[in-house]
């Protein structure tokens, strides 16, 4: 769906993006994560044709964004993280302008406006006037803009950031039904939480250069870092230290007695942890939760990076 | 090709709507339409006034329909100005160079859409000069002097739009098309002013000279009946055609290199 090879963009004596390699297949979500300044927006413009790359090349569908622009931009939905509306135009007009900016006959406009404003709940909204939208509506109906030509590629560029948490939440729902729907989503975003869970497979970019990819199991595995696993049991904090202990996966325990849990940085894959799991119960520990720390890949993202920028 | 840029382009269609659509949100057709034409026939009453030193005699005069010209010449590189600069200042550009739009659908709609005011204004101002000059019929030099009009915004909104496609920033562009604008519409007609001084030209002669390069010397040699008498009417002419053709090149060298102007080649942000 999309290659990434050796992609890479050059201001004067500014490297912005460095030899950036990727390959995403169709289906996936990809998040696309870095400092400010990292290059993220470069790339995401480079594979929507907006910047040429220095060198390298990028291709969707095996089209190259370089040598046939016009048919890329048949096939992808760009969201960009700053985007201008019209005033004194409707949300359908504005729909219907980028309609006919994408050649969708004049006859099937209707049909299509009406369906993404359903997908993007923005059905009531249909003749109320852009600049009266909140900036959570105006981020829909950029998205819903983004979908009208049903394009196979989506590439948004941080499509949740300055939302309040409602919209946030109402954005990430709505991401979930496209994906459901089969888009490849390639996305940017600083809310590493809601990435981790959305996402099929990541990409941490710093100064330009992509530092680490793949889903977070892999990240996890070629950095070397452990997850952190939150284990309850209603008794036998003690009997539940020495298993973990004797784990050779099992890096460290904090016991939290007055809680009755117990943090352990742990090593294996997710397999390994279903083992560990199972071996507590076997042994029988009455074992009443057991949850892996959501912030996994905020403790990637950071221990990865540097705060480097382009 | 050409006709698919005026019948079946959407973005000319869409500024066109625009446009309506800032009317009709003023309160219906018939508001904003008699506003602009009261609004205009003050603007005109009182100029011609002033040029004619309050006397309504030499108002009524043919020889200060040129101030018209004036009049939109200050309104036309504002409007052009914006249309490019302006959108990318709001992020509104972007979303359009990633749809199917070609260069020249993009920049022949933003053309049309400047135009639509001057067009609008000459087509209301019409009934106001008769009624304001008082003339029995509509004479031949106010009917010439629609295209004259016409030509002359046409020209100066091409100049403004490539000053918009170049420049980074609104601001920069609004100074360059006002810039130009002075130097191609009012700074020839000044200079004779000294030359005639200098007795290099006598009257007659400066306007003829200066007519097919500045919109104010064609206007004044289309409409002041000595100069007209003396067979300026050709430069006239001529100007009309400098400023058409002035503003197709224009448009060319935007949509020629629109790459490196406005497309994949003009980021310069990371």
Redesign the interface.
């Known amino acids: 769906m999309l290659d990434l090879v050796n992609l890479t963009k050059t201001y004067r004596d500014l490297t912005a993006v460095d030899s950036l390699s990727l390959h995403l297949e169709p289906g996936e979500i990809f998040g696309f994560i870095g400092p400010n300044g990292a290059g993220k927006t470069t790339t995401i413009k480079m594979i929507a044709t907006l910047v040429r790359p220095t060198d390298g090349e990028a291709r969707v569908n095996d089209i190259s964004v370089v040598a046939h622009p016009e048919q890329v931009r048949a096939i992808i939905g760009y969201m960009p993280d700053y985007f201008g509306v019209y005033d004194d135009v409707r949300v359908w007009e504005y729909l219907d302008f980028f309609a006919s900016a994408y050649r969708i006959p004049r006859a099937d406009r209707p049909r299509l406006i009406a369906d993404v404003l359903e997908l993007t709940d923005l059905n009531v909204k249909r003749n109320a006037f852009v600049e009266e939208l909140s900036r959570g509506m105006k981020q829909r109906l950029c998205l819903a803009k983004t979908l009208l030509h049903d394009p196979v590629l989506l590439l948004l560029d941080e499509p949740a950031s300055g939302l309040d948490p409602r919209a946030r939440i109402e954005m990430r729902e709505l991401l979930r039904q496209l994906r459901r729907m089969g888009k490849t989503i390639f996305i940017s975003s600083h809310i590493l939480t809601e990435l981790a869970d959305f996402c099929t497979t990541i990409g941490i970019i710093e100064a330009g250069r992509l530092i680490a990819s793949g889903s977070v199991e892999e990240i996890i595995k070629q950095t070397g870092l452990t997850r952190t696993l939150e284990i309850r049991a209603t008794q036998g904090l003690e009997l539940v230290e020495t298993i973990l202990r004797d784990n050779p996966l099992v890096h460290d325990v904090v016991l939290d007695s007055e809680s009755d849990r117990c943090q352990v940085s742990f090593a294996g894959e997710l397999d390994d942890v279903a083992d560990l799991l199972k071996c507590l119960l076997d042994r029988g520990v009455r074992v009443v939760q057991a949850v892996e720390s959501a912030s996994d890949l905020e403790d990637i993202f950071l221990r990865v990076t540097r705060g480097q920028v382009a | 090709m050409s006709a698919a840029l005026l019948f079946d382009n ?2 000319l ?2 500024e066109v ?2 446009r309506v ?2 009317l009709r ?1 003023l309160g219906g057709v018939g508001l904003p339409m008699g506003l602009c034409l009261g609004l205009f026939a003050v603007a005109y009453i009182a100029l011609i006034f002033f040029l004619a030193g309050h006397d309504a005699n030499t108002a009524r005069g043919e020889d200060n329909v040129c101030s018209f010209v004036v009049l939109l010449c200050l309104l036309v590189p504002g409007l052009a100005a914006g249309s490019i600069a302006g ?1 990318r200042r ?3 550009w ?8 070609t260069p020249a659908e993009l920049i022949v709609g933003k053309f049309a859409g400047v135009m639509v005011w001057p067009l609008l204004v000459i087509l209301l101002a019409q009934p106001v000069l008769l009624m304001t000059t008082q003339v029995p019929d509509w004479p031949l030099t106010w009917r010439a002097g629609v295209p004259i009009t016409l030509a002359t915004c046409a020209g100066l909104a091409g100049v403004s739009m490539l000053c918009s496609a170049r420049c980074r920033s609104h601001r920069a562009a609004l100074t360059w098309s006002y810039g130009l604008t002075f130097a191609l519409a009012f700074a020839p007609v000044l200079l004779t002013i000294p030359a005639e001084s200098l007795h290099l030209f006598n009257a007659d002669r400066a306007i003829a000279v200066t007519a097919p390069l500045c919109p104010l010397g064609m206007a004044i040699a289309m409409f002041d009946p000595a100069t007209l008498a003396k067979g300026s009417l050709p430069f006239a002419w001529a100007g009309v055609a400098v400023y058409l053709v002035l503003a197709v090149v224009c448009l060319a060298v935007i949509i020629q290199h629109f790459e490196p102007w406005l497309g ?2 003009a ?4």
């Open positions: 959407p973005v269609d869409h709507r625009q659509r800032v949100r959108e709001r992020g509104a972007e979303p359009m160079l990633v749809t199917r739009l994949r080649d980021q310069r942000s990371a």
